[in-house]
């Protein structure tokens, strides 16, 4: 009997594990075609090295997403839809805060390591905050999967870009602390057609915890979502989570998250100023007094079984059937 397994989250790979049965025409998934897999470690790696074991890892972040990305011996970005290319990172501080920005298809860039990620354990990207201008992680491209790092911000940027154009991308099992002062977005997301945003930990973020946000025409939330989130802040009239007004939304789902606001009467904890297509189900929103736990430009027909907190009072804006 065949069984499916989420290698990298079920077997919890590390350095120096051997990934075997991917080889030859066969991918873990039974598509015809080999993955491309290569390893970064910034403390035992060498970019000399070929990048293709964890004896053999790059040692820069940069290196080892190029090898991904571009079809091998050029530097053309591989944008095949059969294209597929796993990137496994070694717990260690990678502060490429250049070198994370992205264009790609089909990749998987996989913290490894046990536990949460963290700052000191794991893989921490930006370790010591440094020079980043756009994002201290660019995404652009679709089909990429980004999971179980830890990112640092302390610049007015977001930790996590993920740019338009682009669709089907994942974004999973991270957690961004932002430094409370400066640092703006957590999730600054253009593209959300297909795409989900899930168990990602925001803490300290200034301007907007998880935002998908509208900054040109064509622009989706579509068939997706941000799920299993946890975003705090103390900063003054932070938003928790919000979706533009002008994205073309439907079947787009925010759902099961906490979202815990300290400071500011203006502070919002979800805020959709989409008139439809966005459902807000079974989230936990605790925000100061007279701030706005929830907000929904179409009203209460798109919201259902949420638990609210403003100051000491506790309401659910539209109790679900039988609560």
């Not at 994205?247 to 789902?253: A, D, M, Q, R, S």
């Not at 807000?280 to 179409?298: D, K, W």
Request: glycine residues 14%; aromatic residues 12%; charged residues 15%.
């Amino acid at each position: 009997m065949s069984q499916n397994v989420n290698v990298y989250r079920e077997l919890n790979i590390k350095p120096g594990a051997v990934v075997k049965g991917w080889g030859g025409n066969m991918l873990p998934w039974g598509m015809a075609g080999k993955p491309k897999c290569f390893f970064v470690d910034a403390s035992f790696g060498n970019n000399g090295n070929d990048g293709r074991s964890w004896g053999s890892a790059f040692q820069t972040f940069e290196k080892g997403i190029d090898a991904c990305r571009f079809d091998e011996g050029t530097t053309t970005i591989a944008d095949d839809k059969a294209h597929r290319a796993f990137l496994f990172i070694a717990p260690g501080h990678y502060d490429e805060t250049t070198q994370l920005l992205y264009s790609g298809y089909g990749i998987s860039v996989i913290g490894c390591g046990g536990g949460v990620p963290g700052k000191d354990y794991g893989v921490s990207l930006n370790y010591a905050g440094g020079s980043a201008s756009t994002a201290v992680v660019l995404i652009n491209g679709s089909g990429n999967e980004l999971c179980n790092v830890h990112i640092y911000n302390d610049a007015a940027i977001p930790a996590i870009y993920l740019a338009f154009p682009g669709d089907n991308n994942y974004l999973h099992d991270i957690v961004i602390e932002m430094d409370g002062t400066t640092a703006t977005n957590g999730v600054y997301a253009t593209t959300m057609k297909g795409s989900w945003i899930d168990n990602i930990t925001v803490t300290g973020a200034k301007t907007y915890g998880i935002a998908a946000y509208y900054d040109a025409a064509d622009q989706y939330a579509i068939n997706g979502g941000i799920r299993n989130c946890h975003v705090t802040s103390n900063y003054s009239n932070t938003t928790g989570i919000y979706v533009h007004a002008n994205l073309v939304c439907y079947n787009f789902w925010i759902q099961d998250n906490f979202v815990g606001l300290t400071n500011g009467s203006s502070c919002k904890g979800i805020d959709v100023d989409a008139t439809s297509g966005v459902y807000v189900v079974n989230n936990y929103v605790s925000v100061p007094s007279s701030a706005t736990p929830i907000e929904h430009a179409g009203g209460e027909q798109f919201w259902m079984g949420n638990h609210t907190a403003a100051g000491t009072t506790n309401a659910d804006p539209a109790p679900a059937a039988g609560a």
